[in-house]
């Protein structure tokens, strides 16, 4: 079946444009993340929604992110004013709630952000 | 944050040989610790997970240990393959949610033919 799709595969952006970053979860997920990667470096949390609750965005290196779900399912991260620090990967991941408490994160192939 | 890091940053191993990937982290309060295998331009896949109330778990080719007196973790890869070659991650919830992971810096293996 399909997996976790995120679009655009790439994206330069010159610093001070916004940005907007569209994930699709595997259909039925109730819950997705977002992460940010940097090269070299493993993923980190950005923000958590069940359904279309935003129910964790402690990872949000500012607020200049911004991230929504409004209808549960496609999810879009907005960054205003990019800077340069900002470019990395960014990584969507969804899964059902854990069965017998194992947790499984399905990740989609990131966006690489580049900001110039 | 929390720190989950790895003791080795880079790996080489023949084809057919056994790998050993580590990593330590440093809240003893974590209870659900994944690895993740990240190929070049892919995002992170699961490959097998372990709680805090086991210490040893096997899949296929691949087992986890768990030492929790030192907090450490490990991936043990059998026989390992040239499509083996990738970043390796250990992850860490700690609160046991599933709500937020914690990622290590990542283990580069390269399985040389």
């Known amino acids: 079946g399909a997996g976790v799709s995120q679009s655009p595969r790439y994206k330069v952006a010159k610093r001070g444009q916004d940005v907007a970053l569209r994930c699709d979860p595997i259909?039925?997920?109730?819950?997705l993340f977002w992460y940010q990667q940097a090269l070299g470096q493993g993923p980190e949390f950005l923000t958590y929604f069940q359904n279309e609750a935003q129910l964790d965005k402690s990872g949000l290196p500012s607020d200049r992110f911004f991230a929504e779900r409004p209808e549960g399912s496609v999810s879009t991260l907005k960054i205003q004013r990019t800077q340069q620090e900002d470019s990395a990967v960014y990584l969507c991941a969804s899964s059902d709630p854990p069965r017998k408490g194992h947790y499984e994160q399905y990740f989609g192939p990131g966006t690489r952000l580049t900001v110039t | 944050g929390e720190s989950v890091g790895l003791h080795l940053p880079t790996l080489s191993v023949q084809e057919g040989d056994n790998s050993i990937i580590n990593c330590a982290y440093s809240n003893s309060a974590s209870d659900y610790f994944i690895w993740y295998k990240q190929e070049s331009g892919k995002g992170p896949q699961f490959i097998i997970d372990?709680?805090?109330?086991?210490d040893k778990r096997q899949g296929q080719r691949v087992t986890v240990l768990l030492n929790k007196t030192v907090k450490h973790l490990s991936l043990q890869i059998a026989a390992t393959q040239p499509g083996d070659s990738a970043v390796y991650f250990c992850?860490?919830?700690?609160?046991?949610?599933?709500?937020?992971?914690?990622f290590g810096t990542g283990t580069s293996l390269t399985v040389i033919p």
């Open positions: 992850a860490e919830t700690p609160r046991g949610t599933g709500n937020q992971f914690y």
């Open positions: 259909s039925g997920h109730v819950s």
């Open positions: 372990i709680r805090s109330n086991m």
